[in-house]
């Protein structure tokens, strides 16, 4: 077959298949993102969920030997909920970010992958070919850049013309050489819209991000949120959208068509206080589906502790004192002491006083100690007498 035929099979068998978009790219090495990645690793930018080999990261052959082409795709994604969960006091709520709405996207986009490449291997038999979605080596973003699905924006998100940014990518390397599309020349134009909103300042200049101070990044660390970004976290469970729902891009863009991506409106709204007395196994069964829930309730109930403060909640004090007396684990035991030293009152102070008798752990000492001065300082400062 020619491989213009191969190539228009592939793009007919993507439709049936439900993939929006599809492209074709050479697999030439990505010298310029290279150059890009080692400034990034020199400045301290990576996150270091990144495959570590800037070689294999760069070098589709590395990966697949005689590799000659890539297939890009993107499946779009809901960016709203159409009945989300009202907030009440007392019953407050959590949100994960919209890329873990619904079934884990790696798995959808692996299947289709798949899919595609048994389409491949029907035609060209001898062909070899490498499914990729996320955690593989390549740059995701790089590569649909050059198969043309889209431009890499100021947030460094792909953006489509059609589906904004709210879409999952992922790719094939093969060996089989099929004719490249052009990448898109559509850019921001003058817009700063998610510059200007990042909470953290982690879009430190247009399209380069420094990870570790983006809440998407730390929403999934497992040991303690550093204090300056605590408060920034919010009532995020997991992950970031502010720099995209502020895109223009994404305006109005709202794609529900990919079932699997449909959101249950309490499992990403979930409430904050029943996260907390979760199993691992309950945990896997509420939230196991999830893209989300891939580094385990650890890093989820801390940002629910989190959230418990950002919202002041008072009822919550007894479950937090409970937990900074008897979690076994350091970190949320640390949150739950920095959190009851930002609701404050009269128990979370007794909690507060009753864990600095106990506590061995030198750094959950030490988020006590703080808290502990901070409601001290509050109290002298309102006037009231210290009572301890
Ligand atoms: C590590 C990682 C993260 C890290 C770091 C993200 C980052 N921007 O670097 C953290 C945990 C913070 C993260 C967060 C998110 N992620 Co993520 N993440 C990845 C992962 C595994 C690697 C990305 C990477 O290598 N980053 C390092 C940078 C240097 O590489 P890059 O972003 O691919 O590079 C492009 C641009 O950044 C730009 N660039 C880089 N440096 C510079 C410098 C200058 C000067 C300029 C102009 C441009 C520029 O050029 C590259 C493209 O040519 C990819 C999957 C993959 N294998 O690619 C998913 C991926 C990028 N993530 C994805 C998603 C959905 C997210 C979140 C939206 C999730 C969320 N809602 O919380 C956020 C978005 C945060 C943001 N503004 O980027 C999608 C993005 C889809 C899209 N439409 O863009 C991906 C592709 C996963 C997928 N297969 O769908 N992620
Ligand atoms: S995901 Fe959030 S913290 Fe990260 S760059 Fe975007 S707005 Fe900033
Ligand atoms: S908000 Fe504006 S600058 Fe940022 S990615 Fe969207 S269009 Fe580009």
Request: glycine residues 8%; charged residues 30%; positive net charge.
């Amino acid at each position: 077959m020619r491989p213009e035929e191969i190539k228009a099979r592939l793009i007919e068998e993507a439709k049936r298949l439900n993939i929006d978009k599809i492209g074709f790219a050479s697999a030439d090495p990505f010298l310029e993102l290279k150059e890009r990645l080692i400034e990034h690793r020199r400045k301290g930018y990576e996150s270091g969920f990144e495959e570590p080999d800037l070689e294999k990261r760069t070098r589709p052959d590395k990966i697949l030997p005689e590799a000659k082409s890539l297939i890009a795709i993107a499946l779009a994604y809901p960016s709203r909920l159409s009945n989300p969960p009202k907030s009440k006091p007392g019953a407050y709520r959590g949100i994960f970010c919209r890329a873990s709405w619904g079934k884990d996207y790696h798995h959808v986009l692996r299947e289709r992958l798949e899919a595609l490449k048994k389409c491949l291997l029907d035609m060209v038999p001898t062909a070899s070919a490498e499914v990729l979605v996320d955690t593989g080596p390549l740059s995701d973003r790089a590569v649909a850049e050059r198969a043309g699905i889209g431009w890499v924006g100021k947030n460094t998100a792909l953006i489509t013309e059609e589906f904004g940014s709210w879409v999952y990518l992922g790719e094939m390397i093969t060996d089989v050489y099929l004719p490249p599309d052009t990448p898109v020349t559509e850019g921001c134009g003058d817009c700063t819209a998610c510059l200007d909103a990042c909470p953290t300042g982690a879009l430190v200049q247009p399209g380069q991000l420094n990870a570790q101070a983006c809440l998407a990044y730390l929403t999934q660390t497992k040991q303690m949120v550093p204090e300056p970004y605590r408060e920034k976290i919010g009532n995020r469970l997991y992950g970031c959208d502010t720099c995209q729902v502020v895109c223009p891009k994404n305006r109005k863009v709202n794609f529900t068509h990919q079932r699997e991506f449909r959101p249950d409106p309490e499992k990403v709204k979930p409430l904050l206080k029943p996260i907390l007395g979760m199993s691992n196994r309950q945990f896997r069964r509420e939230f196991g589906e999830m893209a989300g829930s891939w580094r385990g309730r650890g890093p989820i109930q801390r940002n629910a502790i989190i959230a418990l403060a950002h919202f002041r909640d008072r009822s919550a004090v007894p479950l937090l004192s409970r937990l900074l007396r008897e979690d076994p684990r350091p970190v949320i035991r640390g949150t739950s002491a920095w959190a009851l030293g930002k609701i404050g009152g009269e128990d979370a102070l007794t909690a507060l006083c009753e864990a600095e008798r106990e506590e061995t752990d030198a750094d959950v000492r030490r988020e006590i100690g703080q808290a502990l001065a901070r409601l001290r300082r509050e109290e002298v400062s309102s006037g009231s007498p210290p009572k301890r």
